[in-house]
Nanobody
Framework: QVQLVESGGGLVQAGGSLSLSCVVS????????MGWFRQAPGKEREFVAAITYSGRSTLYVDSVKGRFTISRDNAKNTVYLQMISLKPEDTAVYYC????????????????????WGQGTQVTVSS
């Protein structure tokens, strides 16, 4: 059974930092690209960041460039999202997801490219 379990969310003031983790089990983590998405109340789930299976390449939505960093530790089956300089508009439930393809090119931004999803972790940024 595939499981993706996010943690690290919480309440933080604007300008603060949070670090999210997503531990993956039940699949071969090291051969799949990973992504982070977020969904704010009343809005569609949107792409935030992606990382290739090797970890050598990353991609970010423009609104988080320079503030968020995606990384992975294949030995720990874990993908991370480090967030600094948080803004109230970053408030959302954050989800990690595993790409459909094995050894794919990765860095995909559409939801349908991802087959497994975590349950989400809430990030709230107060002004």
């Amino acid at each position: 059974q595939v499981q993706l379990v996010e943690s690290g969310g919480g309440l933080v003031q604007a300008g603060g930092s949070l670090s999210l983790s997503c531990v993956v089990s039940g699949l071969t983590f090291r051969n799949r690209a990973m992504g982070w998405f977020r969904q704010a109340p009343g809005k569609e789930r949107e792409f935030v960041a992606a990382i290739t299976y090797s970890g050598r390449s990353t991609l970010y939505v423009d609104s988080v460039k320079g503030r968020f960093t995606i990384s992975r530790d294949n030995a720990k089956n874990t993908v991370y999202l480090q967030m600094i300089s948080l803004k109230p508009e970053d408030t959302a439930v954050y989800y990690c997801a595993a790409d459909r393809e094995i050894y794919g090119s990765g860095l995909r931004t559409v939801r349908d490219a991802y087959v497994y999803w975590g349950q989400g972790t809430q990030v709230t940024v107060s002004s």
